[in-house]
């Protein structure tokens, strides 16, 4: 009986190991992923250099899909990332179906990644792109941002937004806020949170014609720089301008209220936390704070 039992729990042993074998994100798919984006961070890039660290990676790639060692939908995901920087047509179509399966098997990954790689398919296959993640300025835009030729019949603003990539028209804002002057620029000259605040007034009062970029974004953005100088008194200058120039903004209530903690202004925090609330209900760091604060 004893030995029956024994063998029983042996074989347990034996599926549960085999079990977490086959659900187990491969690690070594994770730092070629790790490497691939890591590599893109380094100021200046090593083209030479990092074309042939690409190459090596997504040989190893299709051995390991040979060896039937991409078996998770991070897997597939990792996968794809290293594969979408390939530069020909079997390289981002493998990008394309490595991303479509890691969504077939979980769709709460960032559905970002496969639109942008069947937008950069098109673009080695010489198509237009469908979704609009795809920029590029060269000669022929003088220099310029420019989104890569489009086709927007083929899906809609909904299909769209589902995968994570701004409508037709946000795309147009954001061509005109890449070719603009960043707030950084301004403030590396100025080293004035006052001078910048005028400046941002003066430019958003401009619209489509400002020179610098003054977007909710942007904005944002260089506050939280201010917070990493430490200046969050400045910071929340920032902060609240941002709120006045975007009232319907979820994300500028947030950004002022993680300041306002800070600096230990609980209460006010709170408010802007629940105002963030109210515009985007889905604000998953709001609700936590306010769960907290009771």
Do not use: C
Not at 13 to 19: D, N, R, Y
Not at 100 to 119: F, G, H, I, Q, T
Not at 124 to 144: E, H, V
Request: charged share 30%; glycine share 4%; proline share 3%.
């Amino acid at each position: 009986m004893n030995k029956k039992i024994r063998f029983l729990t042996f074989l347990l042993l034996l599926f549960a190991v085999k079990t977490f074998s086959q659900t187990t994100d491969n690690p070594e798919l994770q730092k070629m992923a790790d490497d691939d984006q890591n590599a893109r961070k380094i100021s200046p890039i090593n083209w030479e250099v990092l074309s042939k660290e690409d190459s090596l990676r997504r040989v190893r790639i299709f051995t390991l899909l040979k060896e039937d060692k991409v078996k998770t939908a991070k897997d597939h995901f990792n996968s794809g990332i290293v594969f979408q920087h390939g530069g020909d047509t079997i390289s981002s179509g493998m990008a394309v179906k490595s991303f479509e399966n890691a969504l077939k098997m979980d769709p709460s990954l960032n559905r970002w990644w496969y639109a942008a790689a069947v937008d950069r398919d098109l673009m080695y296959k010489k198509k237009p792109q469908i979704y609009g993640t795809q920029f590029f300025k060269d000669k022929t835009t003088n220099g310029k941002w420019a989104r890569y030729k489009m086709d927007p019949s083929k899906i809609t603003d909904e299909q769209r937004k589902y995968y994570r990539v701004e409508t037709l028209k946000e795309q147009e804002q954001k061509e005109r806020e890449m070719n603009q002057t960043p707030l950084n620029d301004a403030y590396a000259s100025e080293k004035s949170v006052d001078k910048i605040i005028n400046l941002i007034k003066s430019e958003h009062k401009k619209g489509i014609q400002s020179v610098y970029n003054v977007s909710e974004k942007q904005i944002n953005s260089f506050g939280y720089q201010l917070i990493r100088e430490k200046k969050t008194d400045d910071a929340l200058k920032i902060f609240k301008l941002n709120i006045q120039l975007y009232p319907k903004a979820w994300n500028t209530y947030d950004s002022y209220g993680e300041a306002l903690l800070q600096v230990g202004q609980k209460k006010e925090a709170l408010e802007n936390y629940k105002k963030s609330l109210e515009l985007n209900p889905e604000n998953e760091n709001a609700k936590k704070i306010l769960n907290e604060s009771k």
